[in-house]
């Protein structure tokens, strides 16, 4: 931490918010961005900067509501089917028309009967049936909508309805992304080593989007106190929310907290938020400034904290706000004491409750805010939630979409994950949710009704036998399907070319390992491969550095920070890495017996019967689809 850096503190985020308001208003910055009057048809997204009180009645006359025959109510008291009533004085009507001068009722044309010129009823009418009286829907200089409200469709239809041309509403408040860093490239550039793609403006600016805003992003602004500076204030004069994006931390070169406190007011640095803890809040000739952590969630998530509402303040609306529900969830989760954890998770119905599975809780894993089902934040006095503790999630997905969602918790492979986009192929409201937790989790997750199937291949060391022992052992007296997969080759991943020359397991005293979690089907594997040749696990450079993926096995091989990992063939061939064979093995699906015939696992059946999926497994490299879909028990 350089001398004159800003000291990175831990304001709550209530209390943030509210500073950032207070500087605001002493700075000068506007309340409300501009009321504009726009037409009615431009209206829809925007907010109402006045209330809107209706010109006419709608309807503005007494209208027939179907079509048929005006009539007098009185003239068809007594019709019945054993006496009908045979009419000559009526109106035929269309639906919408004036009601004729002294008729006080329609009948449906289907329930007149006409007999020559006469209109034979077989039933009585009260007074205004099927009649819309003037001002049914909205009268004359009554309150249609309030200040204050985003217009929707059906809005600017009722107010047209009631004589308005034109609405009067909030201007879309203009925000203005300013990108810095030496190592940022644009878009569509290669990046080389060091170097970083500006993902984080697209976003940024697309989310400002989603709120009806107008968005911009300037040139990227090299890490220079005078560059950005000028690049701010630029941006401050035709914005009213300035977003700097990286430079929000306390290194060498992260100056945003200290050209905001040189140029104007420096209201926060640091929030009690994870992640997202290092922004900067603050205004700068009269205008708003976040200064966003330059980590994509941690990015996402303070716009969403702190932009939003405040750009909707701007438009003088509600801030959004998602639909919540109650969730169990999947695994123990662990939190920081003094932080509110925003934590991604998937979700699906299992049981017939919401089940929550954490997602990958790094700050540059934007994958996990995609894969993301809801949002789930562990207040900062709490240290986090037990395994199957019900708690509050915050929607990202409707529940319709939750309920058809397969969830899958256990060992990882990746033809779950090409499973997961045949399906959603198939049926686009179908979703496979895979949660990587090793297959002694998988299998745990069952047993406590928290998924649907649980992906495993667990060597049972003493019999030679794959899952079936561990599955009597953790679920006990639950009746079990057990539905195998694939058999999939697995091997050390190793350097292209294998330059240590490695043959096998006992080559691991020699190199620098990554391992796989504990519980894991891989895990057990090694430690039964290392023990039948006698090494002791501390012999192995890396045996306690875990992934829990085999694409992150693979990864650090690739990128040179470990020389081997156990993994599969098809990982090992995902990032172009040699692999060195030891073991063939089983990899099948456990699920509760009564749920085989579930309709929600119908189209992975059909799918694992499927002759093109095999085929594209297959092509993967390593596996052996022959039992694709065998119950083994």
């Given amino acids: ?47 109402t900067a006045e209330p809107v009180w209706a010109r006419r009645s709608s309807p503005a006359y ?13 003239d068809t008291v007594g019709a019945a089917e054993t006496t009908p009533v045979l ?32 209109a034979e009823l077989r039933a009585a009418v009260p007074p205004y049936a099927h009649v819309r ?80 805003c107008t968005a911009r992003v300037t040139e990227i602004v090299p890490d220079d106190p005078a560059l950005i500076t000028e690049a701010m204030r630029k941006a401050a004069a035709d914005a009213d929310l300035v977003v700097l994006v990286a430079g929000s931390s306390a290194g060498r070169d ?52 702190f932009a939003a509402p405040l750009l909707a303040e701007l438009e003088g609306a509600a801030p959004p706000e998602r639909p919540v529900t109650t969730a169990r969830l999947a695994r123990k989760l662990a939190s920081t004491v003094g932080m509110d954890d925003w934590v991604r998770v998937r979700l699906g119905r299992v049981g017939g409750e919401i089940v929550a599975t954490p997602l990958p809780r790094g700050a540059g894993v934007l994958t ?39 969830v899958a918790i256990g060992s990882h492979d990746l033809v779950l994950d090409v499973a997961a986009s045949a399906l959603r192929g198939d049926d686009p409201g179908l979703t496979l949710a895979s949660s990587n937790v090793g297959s002694l989790g998988g299998l745990v997750a069952l047993r406590d009704g928290l998924c649907h199937v649980a992906g495993s291949h667990l060597l049972d060391p003493a019999t030679g036998e794959y899952t079936l022992p561990y599955v009597d052992r953790v679920l006990g007296g639950v009746d079990v399907a057990v539905v195998r997969l694939v058999h999939r080759e697995q091997g050390l991943i190793v350097a292209p070319g294998n330059p240590l020359g490695l043959t096998g397991i006992e080559d691991l ?39 829990h993926t085999h694409l992150a096995v693979a990864a650090a091989v690739a990128a040179g920070r470990a020389d081997a990992g156990l993994g599969i063939l098809a990982a090992a061939r995902a990032f172009g890495l040699d692999f060195v064979p030891v073991a063939r093995e089983p990899y099948d699906l456990v699920l509760r017996a009564e749920t085989v015939d579930d309709p929600l696992l119908a189209p992975l059946w059909d799918l694992l019967d499927r002759e093109s999926f095999r085929a594209e497994v297959t092509a993967l490299g390593g596996y052996d689809c022959a039992e694709m879909g065998r119950r083994i028990r």
């Fill in 509 to 547: 005293r020699r190199v620098r390992y990554v391992n796989r979690q504990r519980g894991a089907g891989t895990r057990v594997l090694l430690d039964h491969e290392l023990a039948r040749r006698g090494i002791d696990p501390t012999e192995v450079d890396g045996y306690t550095r875990e992934e």
């Fill in 368 to 406: 996990s805010l995609v894969r993301a089902d809801g949002l789930l934040v562990v207040p900062a006095g709490l240290e986090g939630h037990h395994a199957g503790e019900r708690v509050q999630v915050q929607l990202l997905r409707g529940l319709g979409e939750i309920g058809r969602t397969i």
């Fill in 62 to 74: 007494d209208s027939a509501g179907m079509d048929g025959i005006a009539v007098r109510a009185a």
């Fill in 254 to 305: 992260d100056y945003t907290a200290r050209v905001v406190a040189g140029a104007g007011t420096l209201a926060v640095h640091g929030v009690a938020v994870r992640p997202g803890h290092p922004v900067v809040l603050g205004a700068v000739d009269a205008t708003p400034v976040l200064g966003a952590p330059g980590y994509p969630v941690s990015a996402a998530l303070t716009f969403e904290i």
């Fill in 1 to 47: 931490m350089v001398a004159d850096s800003p000291f990175v503190s831990d304001v709550p985020a209530r209390q943030a918010l509210d500073a950032w308001r207070e500087a605001c208003a002493a700075a000068g910055c506007p309340a409300r961005v501009d009321a504009v009057r726009v037409p009615v048809g431009e209206a829809v997204g925007r907010v």
């Fill in 87 to 118: 009419l000559t004085d009526f109106v035929v009507v269309d639906t919408g028309d004036p009601m004729p001068d002294g008729y006080d009722a329609v009948v449906m044309r289907e329930h007149v009967h006409r007999v020559g010129d006469a």
């Fill in 133 to 212: 009286s003037i001002g049914e829907d909205v009268a004359a200089s009554e309150l249609l909508l309030p200040a204050g409200h985003r217009l929707r469709p059906v809005d600017v239809a009722a107010a047209a309805a009631a004589g308005a041309v034109e609405l009067v509403v909030r201007r879309p408040p203009r925000v203005v992304v300013v990108p810095t860093g030496d190592e940022i490239r644009p878009v569509g550039t290669e990046p080389a080593p060091g170097e970083i793609v500006d993902t984080n403006s697209l976003m940024l600016a697309a989310q400002a989007r989603e709120l009806g």
